[in-house]
T-cell receptor, first 112, second 113 residues
Framework: GESVGLHLPTLSVQEGDNSIINCAYS??????FIWYKQESGKGPQFIID?????DKRQGQRVTVLLNKTVKHLSLQIAATQPGDSAVYFC???????????FGKGTMLLVSP | GAGVSQSPSNKVTEKGKDVELRCDPI?????LYWYRQSLGQGLEFLIY????????KSGLPSDRFSAERTGGSVSTLTIQRTQQEDSAVYLC???????????FGPGTRLTVL
């Protein structure tokens, strides 16, 4: 989603629910995508990645879906826990380029 | 093993002063990145080092910002004549090589009064 000024888009869920966080990317040449989790006062932490030759990749309780046609990436978290509360960033990279381009982030709030 | 470390964790300085921020990457990681994160915002790329190659400085916002990496390991980011708009969290990351997963340090929170 888009951020407006200092206000991050926020997703509020109940503990145990499944969460879906979405990200739209702009560069059709991007071929590597990463989801990061950032807890308050800490640096971003790698969650899961996916390359453009795949459309789905699963990890422990997390799944990343890639739709290259509409340039959309999503992160699904199963059985969300209070410890999942954080800001989640998607990032994209293009082969031959040195840097990741980060999205604005989505705040996930999990209520017990 | 040890992750990426940064120092100091917090830095408060007066407008016009110079500051130096330090990053110790993961041993053996050839790529090192600096990012800036303003309150409630995403990460803004600043500079990238890869081995002994010339750094990619395309993200530095002004000539008051510079960085160096000595011996292919430790890096320092220097901000000269700091301004209030420089206040942000400065994050360092390293990776085994370009295009690989980046591991982030905890950041340095810079406040310019």
């Amino acid at each position: 989603g888009e951020s407006v000024g200092l206000h991050l888009p926020t997703l509020s869920v109940q503990e145990g629910d499944n969460s879906i966080i979405n990200c739209a990317y702009s560069n059709s040449a991007s071929d590597y995508f990463i989801w990061y989790k950032q807890e308050s006062g800490k640096g971003p932490q790698f969650i899961i990645d996916i390359r453009s030759n795949m459309d789905k990749r699963q990890g422990q309780r997390v799944t990343v879906l890639l739709n290259k046609t509409v340039k959309h990436l999503s992160l699904q978290i199963a059985a969300t826990q209070p410890g999942d509360s954080a800001v989640y960033f998607c990032a994209e990279n293009t082969s031959g380029y040195s840097t990741l381009t980060f999205g604005k982030g989505t705040m996930l709030l999990v209520s017990p | 093993g040890a992750g990426v470390s940064q120092s100091p964790s917090n830095k408060v300085t007066e407008k016009g002063k110079d500051v130096e921020l330090r990053c110790d990457p993961i041993s053996g990681h050839t790529a090192l990145y600096w990012y800036r994160q303003s309150l409630g915002q995403g990460l803004e790329f600043l500079i990238y080092f890869q081995g002994n190659s010339a750094p990619d400085k395309s993200g530095l916002p002004s000539d008051r910002f510079s960085a160096e990496r000595t011996g292919g390991s430790v890096s320092t980011l220097t901000i000269q004549r700091t301004q209030q708009e420089d206040s942000a969290v400065y994050l360092c990351a390293s990776s085994l090589a370009r295009g690989n997963e980046q591991f982030f340090g905890p950041g340095t929170r810079l406040t310019v009064l």
